[in-house]
């Protein structure tokens, strides 16, 4: 073959090459979730929620409100937390063999599926701890289905229950909305997380949750009102946040979508994992720290 014949082959096949890398990386997904807040065409994207729920203290938002606004996506630094070791004063809640520190609710055996490390939810019902804490530090790690599979609330959906009376949401809120009360992280129907640093689904993810329960005085006058801080795979999303009252829709004595308050109970809570429709979300290398802030004080 003659030099320019070759060198005329050899530009259109990088031509050909060239087209074929472009063509690849358009299809190619990117694992960074996006802040865009609007559909096609410009569009304001429609978020499920509801309006005619009572109002949130500060008279801005309904609870479940789809209009509020969602939170700000960050990217968390790489394996803050996951794997963590407890500390030497924690109790191992579930060290990825068994499930003897953990019960249904009615007090039988936990029964949920256990394999390579983990747990997975299995049954209808969640599971709570044996042991009860008034003020701790929690560490959980949990993973979302994946492929995921659903949207909004029915997207990997399950909860942190703390006495089954107060949420902290666990949802896939990776590149995926519902309303901003509801999101992974929120304090559920009553105060969103600050930022939204999930990851995809499939990965592990952490929780490291600083509680402190609510007081009430002989004549069930309310002393102090229960106050939350949660880190989500590194990143603080709720701050010293105080609760309004119980969750809605979850047994505490608030239907859903109902306004919160608060119902007298002794300070030692127990800690829950909700089965939301049995959604098969993950659960790992759980442990907690007993506070016992009332006694330092």
């Not at 002794?266 to 759980?286: K, M, Y």
Request: aromatic share 10%.
């Amino acid at each position: 073959m003659k030099p320019k014949y070759v060198k005329q082959n050899l530009v259109c096949l990088a031509g050909r090459l060239a087209f074929i890398g472009a063509l690849v990386m358009a299809l190619t997904p990117t694992y960074a979730q996006s802040n865009a807040t609007n559909g096609a065409g410009g569009q304001k994207e429609k978020i499920e929620g509801f309006k005619n729920t009572p109002m949130l203290p500060g008279g801005k938002w309904h609870m479940h409100d789809p209009d509020r606004p969602q939170p700000p996506v960050v990217t968390p630094g790489a394996g803050f937390s996951v794997g963590a070791a407890p500390p030497s004063d924690a109790e191992l809640l579930f060290d990825g063999k068994d499930l003897s520190k953990w019960q249904n609710e009615n007090g039988g055996d936990a029964s949920w599926k256990v394999q390579d490390g983990y747990m997975i939810v299995s049954r209808a019902n969640g599971i709570r701890t044996r042991g009860k804490w008034a003020d701790f530090q929690l560490h959980v790690e949990f993973a979302e289905p994946s492929p995921a599979t659903g949207a909004g609330q029915g997207r990997g959906n399950s909860g942190i229950l703390i006495n089954n009376m107060y949420e902290v949401q666990v949802l896939d809120s990776y590149n995926a909305k519902t309303y901003s009360d509801g999101q992974a992280g929120a304090v559920y129907g009553q105060m969103p997380p600050l930022v939204n640093p999930a990851k995809p689904p499939g990965e592990w993810q952490t929780y490291d949750i600083i509680w402190e329960s609510p007081r009430w005085n002989d004549k069930n006058e309310l002393l102090q009102k229960a106050t939350i801080t949660v880190l989500f795979n590194g990143v603080v999303i709720q701050h010293k946040t105080e609760l309004i009252g119980s969750t809605d829709g979850i047994g505490g004595g608030v239907a859903w979508r109902a306004q919160s308050f608060y119902k007298p109970h002794a300070p030692e809570v127990f800690v829950e994992l909700q089965s939301h429709n049995s959604n098969p979300v993950r659960f790992r290398n759980i442990w907690i720290r007993d506070l016992n802030i009332a006694e330092r004080q």
